[in-house]
Antibody
Framework: QVQLVQSGAEVREPGASVRVSCKAS????????IHWVRQAPGQGLEWMGV????????HYVEKLQGRVAMSRDTSTTTVHMELNSLRSEDTAVYYC?????????WGQGTLVTVSS | DIQMTQSPSSLSASVGDRVTITCRAS??????LAWFQQKPGKAPKSLIY???NLQSGVPSKFSGSGSGTDFTLTISSLQPEDFATYYC?????????FGGGTKVEIK
């Protein structure tokens, strides 16, 4: 069965970087795009960007351009999301999701806390 | 960017009620519309894709309709496990924007 398993919670100081991983299994890794979505405490869902595991293609939301990078490692069927120059407003739960006519499968979420 | 507007932002309903949530896109998105359910502390769950197609394993009490700019999610008979927050998302063009969510609470 399709599974997306994310890395564990992280705490970072403002200005630091964080990398969240999403390991995929149960399907052909290179055939489906992976999206990243985040949710600040008590807020709604925010789409961050997408990566095509079958190529180097990525697309990011404009507000995060220059601070976010999404990549894939086909040898480990893992997608990574790195966010730099962290601010307090980046505190959120980060989700990865597999696209198959919309997002059909979700990771369990990774809490990233930005605090001094 | 395409803006997605959900209404209402919250509603109170009783077990057995029929509930309808509306999602409006700022421009036409054909049927590139998904609905998700999220319970507190949990990842979203995919309910509907392509505006009206149920994801595998989703009960038939959930239904979606619409095309272009106006969409609805209907729960035919609300059960205790359906109390949650529901989100729509367009995937016609990047960024794949979400609606603000509709919290369904117990009356």
């Amino acid at each position: 069965q399709v599974q997306l398993v994310q890395s564990g919670a992280e705490v970072r100081e403002p200005g630091a970087s964080v990398r969240v991983s999403c390991k995929a299994s149960g399907y052909t890794f290179t055939s489906y795009y992976i999206h990243w979505v985040r949710q600040a405490p008590g807020q709604g869902l925010e789409w961050m960007g997408v990566v095509n595991p079958g190529s180097h293609y990525t697309h990011y939301v404009e507000k995060l351009q220059g601070r976010v990078a999404m990549s894939r490692d086909t040898s480990t069927t893992t997608v990574h999301m790195e966010l730099n120059s962290l601010r307090s407003e980046d505190t959120a739960v980060y989700y990865c999701g597999r696209e198959n006519d919309g997002i059909t499968n979700w990771g369990q979420g990774t809490l990233v806390t930005v605090s001094s | 960017d395409i803006q997605m507007t959900q209404s209402p932002s919250s509603l109170s309903a009783s077990v057995g009620d029929r509930v309808t949530i509306t999602c409006r896109a700022s421009q036409g998105i054909s049927n590139y519309l998904a609905w998700f359910q999220q319970k507190p502390g949990k990842a979203p769950k995919s309910l509907i894709y392509a505006a009206s197609n149920l994801q595998s394993g989703v009960p038939s009490k959930f239904s979606g309709s619409g095309s272009g700019t106006d969409f609805t999610l209907t729960i035919s008979s609300l059960q205790p496990e359906d109390f949650a927050t529901y989100y729509c998302q367009q995937y016609k063009s990047y960024p794949h924007t979400f609606g603000g969510g509709t919290k369904v609470e117990i009356k």
